[in-house]
């Protein structure tokens, strides 16, 4: 089974601290991985694409990092702010399917 | 990467009643797909909606509940039919672009459903 994990399900950090999400998956014949923001009772923005050729995505303060062989990718967000406030996804697309697996996600508060 | 429009953002419904949610994407894009999310959870896969042909439904989900339209490669409409409280919840459309993975997937704002 395709499983995708989340740890930690949720956490708080203070204003300025950077934050760390992991993700990790069960097999390795990934397409690509997709890491989403939600806001409280809105749709998923897409934050970063990783490639399964690729080690890594950047965007501003955020950095995703994939590595295949030990089926894992961190999300990291540098100098948090309360505006991070938010759940954040983690989904993997997988070779030979069209729907992506979703974890559960990291619900983060960012304390001013 | 594709922009999808989704509408409406909410609505309060009466129990029995139905509620039809649509998805207009700004470009062309092969399947779509419709998510719950009830209350705390992840996201659930409803169907997946293919131009031309009939909706593929997931494990616990039938078309008689939740009729889906996709009329062509930019448009799908999800109905909740008969709904019940337990229907209370987000739901979403996604799409996947032309060129499988390029751009990653996009989704709706989503639809806050409350039934009463």
């Known amino acids: 089974k395709q499983e995708v994990t989340q740890i930690p399900a949720a956490l708080s950090v203070p204003e300025g601290e950077n934050l760390v999400l992991n993700c990790s998956f069960t097999d390795s014949a990934i397409y690509n991985l997709q890491w989403f923001r939600q806001d409280p009772g809105k749709g998923l923005t897409s934050l970063l694409l990783?490639?399964?050729?690729?080690r890594e995505q950047t965007s501003g303060r955020l950095n995703a990092s994939l590595d295949k062989s030990s089926g894992r990718s961190t999300l990291y967000i540098a100098a948090s702010q309360p505006g991070d406030s938010a759940t954040y996804l983690c989904a993997v697309l997988y070779y030979g399917n069209n729907r992506l697996a979703f974890g559960k996600g990291n619900q983060v508060v960012v304390i001013p | 990467s594709a922009v999808i429009s989704q509408k409406p953002s909410r609505d309060i419904c009466q129990r029995g009643t139905s509620l039809t949610i649509q998805c207009q994407v700004d470009s062309q894009v092969t399947m779509m797909f419709w998510y719950r999310q009830q209350p705390g959870q992840s996201l659930t896969l409803i169907a997946t909606a293919n131009q031309g042909s009939e909706a593929t439904y997931e494990s616990g989900f039938v078309i008689d509940k939740f009729p889906i339209s996709r009329p062509n490669l930019t448009f799908s409409t999800l109905t909740v039919s008969n709904m019940s409280p337990e229907d209370s919840s987000i739901y979403l459309c996604?799409?996947?672009?032309?060129?499988?993975?390029?751009?990653?997937?996009?989704f709706g704002s989503g639809t806050r459903l409350t039934v009463v």
């Open positions: 990783i490639q399964s050729s690729q």
């Open positions: 996604s799409a996947v672009p032309i060129e499988r993975g390029a751009g990653g997937y996009t």
